[in-house]
């Protein structure tokens, strides 16, 4: 007779052996005979074997085995995460996904190394794929696999070990005012309006179309009798999260008095007569497409593409308003924090990006002060309070 395990039991019945382990709790046939023992004593020693790894992995000493056979099954877990779904940047990252998945979704996760990674960078950039957009891509692909690996779903052997990011700044131009008064001339009205709002505000376009009635305020009276006129952007509005305050200059408001005349609270500023002559709002998509036509109609290069013989951007994009509108504040005198507050950027590094001064406005050092100051129709942001609203 066979040797016993604890846990694998057996009953004989007319001379017949048959064989059961006991598995989560269960009684579980396994066979007779030597073969059904054999199959017993596996299912009991798999069972075991099992709990020993749980224990490892409730002390930290290991991680759960995921099962992902290759970079496409771990980028098919990382999207299906409630958590990831809910970011602003989510249907940016599955689109860098495709690109990642064509080039890598085959492979294995451990196949994919530092090596692989500059390779892919190769043959992202032979497709004419800038680095800012290579680096976003691999950014993914790092998000992807340290989240698996935080949440024990792989193993730290499995990480590529880096993630090569080239970060190289090349940083959007800015637009003159005689290139931005012939892409407004250039444009129908209702896209002059929001080229004239991204231009004095530096909001996003994502921003810009998304903006409500209810969200624009004029002539607010300040406790301190001071008379404003601003923007409210609350945390789902902005692209990093958090509330700021836009201000509003004369010329904006006088386009805003128009265009809200007979609009309720909660519709759209920025709208478009889209297919069957309905009113439909912005859509980034939508802004990208009617300001490269625009570009073409005022003959300015457009695209982020197009270098000069110093490796200097020559054409601009839509959300090189954002850049001009920060640099203008900073040549008008305002401190970078109020600036911020303005803009949104999170770190002074991020908003630094934004502000490209020409010589001329670093040749005002030598003129001891005595240069004429710049003033600015826009309410001083410091003044604004919410809690005197």
């Not at 299912?43 to 759960?64: C, D, F, P």
């Not at 001071?226 to 990093?240: P, V």
Request: proline share 2%.
């Amino acid at each position: 007779m066979a040797k016993k395990m604890k846990g694998v039991t057996c009953i004989k019945r007319k001379g017949t052996i048959y064989w059961y382990a006991r598995v989560d709790g269960q009684r579980v046939y396994c066979g007779k005979g030597d073969k059904g023992h054999g199959l017993a004593v596996a299912a009991r020693s798999k069972h075991i074997a099992k709990q020993y790894e749980n224990r490892e992995i409730g002390a930290g000493l290991k991680v759960r085995k995921a099962g992902f056979k290759n970079v496409q099954g771990l980028a098919n877990w990382y999207f299906q995460l409630p958590v990831i779904q809910k970011q602003k940047s989510y249907d940016r990252k599955v689109i860098a996904s495709t690109h990642l998945l064509r080039h890598l979704g085959t492979k294995s996760l451990i196949a994919v190394d530092a090596d692989t990674l500059e390779r892919y960078r190769e043959k992202r950039n032979a497709e004419g794929v800038q680095n800012g957009t290579v680096d976003f891509e691999l950014g993914v692909l790092s998000a992807m696999y340290h989240l698996a690996k935080k949440r024990k779903k792989i193993q730290g052997d499995l990480m590529p070990g880096e993630f090569p990011i080239v970060r190289e700044i090349n940083p959007r131009r800015i637009i003159t005012e005689a290139e931005f008064n012939a892409l407004h001339n250039a444009a129908d009205q209702g896209f002059a309006d929001v080229l004239l709002c991204t231009y004095e505000t530096g909001m996003t376009s994502g921003e810009i179309c998304k903006l409500r009635v209810n969200q624009v305020h004029l002539g607010i009276r300040h406790i301190s009798g001071q008379i404003l006129d601003y923007i409210d952007l609350g945390i789902f509005d902005t692209k990093t999260g958090p509330r700021r305050t836009v201000p509003i200059s004369s010329k904006l408001e006088e386009m805003l008095e128009r265009r809200l005349q007979g609009l309720e609270a909660d519709d759209y500023v920025f709208t478009y007569t889209g297919y069957g002559k309905h009113r439909k709002p912005f859509t980034t998509v939508a802004v990208s497409i009617k300001f490269k036509q625009v570009c073409k109609e005022a003959g300015i290069a457009h695209g982020d593409k197009l270098v000069n013989d110093k490796g200097e951007r020559i054409g601009v994009v839509f959300h090189c308003l954002r850049h001009t509108r920060t640099t203008r504040w900073v040549e008008m005198g305002f401190s970078d924090e109020i600036i911020r507050r303005a803009t949104g950027h999170r770190s002074l590094a991020a908003y630094q990006n934004y502000v490209k001064l020409d010589p001329s406005a670093v040749m005002r050092l030598v003129d001891g002060g005595s240069g004429k100051r710049h003033t600015n129709d826009i309410k001083a942001l410091q003044m604004i309070d919410r809690s005197g609203f």
